[in-house]
């Protein structure tokens, strides 16, 4: 149980285009999901905590009319990054929050061309 | 800013040895999480500590939680290929993460 799924797992973008990232609880439901970013040889940083039917909230830095985050159901909150640009390739990872445990995703790695 | 500092960066021994690898808070947290992560994969929950001078044992794995909760680490006996990884310890405020930069463990067979 409780596992956490992400589509598409690689992503590979022109810049300037936008590039949107699902993550889906496949077995539970989940109020709130978490995203993370993590480059290369780093650790994971948070970068906003999305809830089921409201506005996310952001993490310091993280600007949040460029990921843009809905968390429309409480299996499913999306992160659609806007007008990409080289800087943004990294590795995306989401988790969804049951039980006071976070349950990670896979990952989606994006490219940004 | 509660910051988490993990010691050593990186790891390589050989296999059948024992390792441990250290996470240091500036600060306590309800609670403190160690995950292993492999490259292209999201990190995967070892254990959760909760109280100061806590031991977990997971396997060849053990865990320990300091007396003030600022601290821990783990130590993974006779180690094995399948241990390599990155480790990472994460504490918990109010259910939000704050991770160490890791500690990379390779095991060479």
């Known amino acids: 149980g409780a596992v956490v799924s992400q589509h598409p797992s690689r992503v590979i973008c022109k810049s300037g285009t936008s590039v949107k990232i699902e993550c889906r609880s496949l077995?539970?439901?989940?109020?709130?999901m978490f995203w993370y970013r993590q480059f290369p040889k780093q650790s994971l940083m948070l970068m906003a905590t999305?809830?089921?039917?409201?506005?996310?909230?952001?993490e310091q830095g993280v600007e949040k009319d460029k990921f843009l985050i809905n968390h429309a159901s409480l299996t499913l909150s999306t992160l659609t990054v806007t007008s990409a640009h080289p800087e943004d390739s990294s590795f995306y990872i989401c988790?969804?929050?049951?039980?006071?445990?976070?349950?990670f995703g896979p990952g989606t790695r994006l490219l940004v061309l | 800013t509660q910051l988490l500092e993990q010691s050593p960066q990186f790891l390589s021994i050989q296999e059948g040895e024992n390792l441990t690898v250290y996470c240091n808070s500036s600060?306590?947290?309800?609670?403190l999480q160690w995950y292993r992560q492999e490259p292209g994969e999201g990190p995967v929950l070892l254990v959760t500590?909760?109280?100061?001078?806590e031991v977990k044992k997971l396997k060849r794995l053990t865990f320990q939680f300091g007396d003030a909760r600022k601290d821990s680490s783990l130590h993974i006996t006779a180690a094995q290929t399948g241990d390599t990884g990155l480790y990472l310890c994460?504490?918990?405020?109010?259910?939000?993460?704050?991770f160490g930069a890791g500690t990379t463990v390779t095991v060479r067979a």
């Open positions: 988790s969804a929050f049951s039980q006071e445990t976070q349950y």
């Open positions: 077995d539970f439901q989940a109020t709130t």
């Open positions: 999305s809830n089921e039917g409201s506005k996310a909230t952001y």
């Open positions: 600060s306590v947290f309800s609670s």
């Open positions: 500590v909760v109280t100061g001078g």
């Open positions: 994460a504490g918990d405020d109010d259910y939000k993460l704050s």
